[in-house]
């Protein structure tokens, strides 16, 4: 046998070999780091929808709580009334809060830290609210009264502005609250319908888009496994090519010497 040849096969059997490693490894790699990727977006949609979905319940039960308060409004006795409608407002402004989060992804979280920084600003103006009631009270005279009533009317067109653009939001949102304190049952709904019909229907296509992109990801996976396990059986198969040429040049010899 040439000693050339021998080493060309040799050589040859090496070179395939360590390709095919290489190439396997490159391949692996970016899939691997691929797989990773779509698997932390898959999972944070997964999260997502499962957060949205409990925004939505909770919001849900939120409206079933505003429409026992709203009715319980006209069984209590008419100095209860107001009370009892401004517990239905607060509630329908809670309910009005879930469904934009869940609508637009925020997360409570961040709907919380918001409302306390609203609060924050407005727990001044209530002390002063509260102080000024208390001496409107306390007082009998005409003119004292008519100050403080004044007063306390000028204090509700003091409250400051948010300072981020959520929290603005968020009070534009619940000033659809208010219709609560309308005449009659069609005019709330009528004033709630629009906005409740929107926010419905931003989840419904937030939650089609998000299952929609999880599809996405789970063919995406299933593409990449089926890659990786490609690029593994075409590296075993040149290695075992390389190592068949490797053989072969002690095949060879070993013919070459029984030939002699």
């Known amino acids: 046998m040439n000693p050339t040849s021998s080493k060309h096969l040799v050589l040859a059997g090496f070179l395939i070999s360590l390709a095919s490693v290489a190439f396997n490894s490159v391949v692996l790699s970016y899939v691997n780091k691929r797989l990773q990727a779509v698997d932390t977006e ?10 949205q979905s409990a925004e939505l ?20 006795p008419p100095a209860k009334a107001k009370e009892a409608r401004q517990d239905a407002e607060s509630i329908l402004k809670r309910f009005l809060t879930k469904y934009y989060a869940a609508a637009n992804d925020i997360p409570p979280t961040e709907i919380t830290r918001v409302e306390v920084e609203e609060a924050g600003e407005i727990i001044p103006l209530l002390e002063k609210g509260l102080q000024l009631m208390q001496a409107l009270q306390a007082t009998s005279d005409t003119a004292e009264r008519a100050r403080l009533t004044a007063e306390l009317d000028k204090l509700g067109q003091e409250l400051p502005q948010p300072k981020s653009e959520l929290g603005r939001k968020l009070r534009e ?32 296509e937030s939650i089609t888009r998000k299952e929609s992109r999880r599809h996405e990801l789970e063919r995406e996976r299933s593409s990449l496994m089926r890659k ?11 290695q075992l090519f390389g190592l068949m040429l490797i053989l072969t040049k002690d095949l060879l010899k070993e013919k070459h010497s029984s030939a002699k």
């Open 228 to 238: 990786a396990n490609y690029a593994s059986y075409a590296a075993i198969t040149f």
């Open 57 to 76: 319940n909770e919001g849900d039960s939120l409206f079933d709580q505003y429409r026992i308060m709203h009715n319980l409004a006209f069984s209590v």
């Open 42 to 51: 898959y999972y944070k949609l997964a999260d997502s929808l499962g957060k």
């Open 173 to 204: 949102i619940q000033k659809y609250s208010q219709a609560e304190f309308a005449e009659n049952d069609v005019v709330i709904m009528s004033a709630l319908m629009p906005v409740m019909k929107s926010f419905r229907e931003q989840i419904i």
